[in-house]
């Protein structure tokens, strides 16, 4: 699923560059804004993968790190 989530982010910032692109390109400051605005939902999905990334990595981290624990303890890792 990281890896997923990885592309997703990144293909999220193609689509927010090409917004950008199109941006510079309006003459029409209207058009422009909505491409800019358009940019920025981009980008802010791209931050949702990559904190769902690094919370799932966290998770999984922890997860480790409690199953080393009980195992130190002489428990078995449910």
């Known amino acids: 699923m990281l890896v ?7 293909e999220c910032r193609l689509y927010a560059d090409r917004c950008a692109a199109q941006a510079e390109l309006q003459t029409d400051p209207k058009l422009r804004q909505v491409y800019l605005r358009m940019q920025q939902r981009w980008l802010s999905l791209a931050r ?31």
């Open 4 to 10: 997923k989530l990885g592309e997703q982010a990144h």
């Open 48 to 78: 949702s993968y990559e904190f769902s990334k690094r919370l799932e990595f966290l998770s999984a981290a922890e997860e480790r790190n409690k199953e080393t624990r009980l195992m130190l303890v002489g428990q078995e890792p449910k």
